[in-house]
């Protein structure tokens, strides 16, 4: 039993020394303190190498210039505009014509002519034309008179470089029909025209009522008084109220200035 005893001892022995063997527990790793210089050479090192990588993949980004196009690399050397006239607009268009064909010819210095079969007007750049930009001004001045103002009234396009025109229908601010559509646009030019000439006199602008739609002439800033005030009448503000409001905002606009 003794000689068992000793044995079976051993035995036990040998086994746990395998079993510790086996199963060692991972000792954990000591950190080594890095010092701040290598700290700044390991950065330095990747700073560089992803600089130097990704400027090699991208290009450096330059600002596009777009020098203004001469005459002379255009593909005939000429500009051309053209506006369609609708058929209302033949017989004034007929008896406006020299008053037109003036300015554009002798001041633009451009070429203008009513095509018959197309039934458009076009304006072209010539070798006489100085400034090709002016061939905007004349499709503007043409378009001004074709929307229904004044052969005068649309020569300021040409004399001035801050007026515009701005376009829109009753049917944008508000949603009528039949009669309500007509009392709106009465309201809009009043008896004898008043409403519109009073709003075109204290907002310094020309308009023009065609049907159901609204063309304004004049500054930027002007521009938009003078909507404001048709759509508060189209939205049914009696002419007083809105007569009020103007000579306030104008009155305020002229102190700006």
Not at 163 to 175: C, P, R
């Amino acid at each position: 039993l003794i000689h068992f005893y000793k044995r079976f001892e051993s035995n036990m022995g040998d086994i746990a020394v395998d079993n510790n063997e086996g199963f060692k527990v991972p000792k954990k790793t000591l950190k080594r303190k890095i010092s701040e210089g290598d700290k700044m050479e390991t950065e330095s090192i990747e700073s560089s190498g992803v600089e130097s990588a990704t400027s090699d993949l991208l290009p450096k980004l330059v600002k596009p210039a777009f020098p203004p196009i001469k005459k002379e690399k255009l593909s005939d050397g000429t500009e051309v505009r053209k506006i369609p006239v609708p058929s209302h607009r033949y017989s004034p268009l007929k008896e406006n014509w020299m008053k037109i064909f003036d300015p554009i010819v002798q001041h633009l210095k451009l070429q203008i002519r009513f095509n018959l079969k197309t039934r458009n007007v076009e304006i072209r750049t010539c070798k006489e034309t100085e400034d090709v930009t002016l061939i905007q001004k004349a499709a503007d001045f043409v378009k001004a008179f074709i929307y229904g103002f004044e052969v005068e009234d649309a020569l300021a396009i040409i004399r001035l470089d801050d007026l515009f025109i701005d376009s829109f229908e009753v049917q944008d601010v508000k949603t009528l029909k039949g009669d309500h559509l007509a009392r709106a646009i009465g309201r809009l030019a009043g008896k004898g025209g008043r409403t519109k000439y009073t709003v075109e006199n204290v907002t310094k602008t020309r308009i023009v009522l065609a049907d159901s739609k609204i063309h304004i002439l004049g500054s930027y800033q002007n521009i938009a008084i003078a909507r404001r005030a048709l759509c508060n009448l189209i939205l049914g503000s009696p002419p007083s109220k809105v007569y009020g409001t103007l000579r306030t905002v104008a009155a305020r606009a002229q102190e700006r200035f």
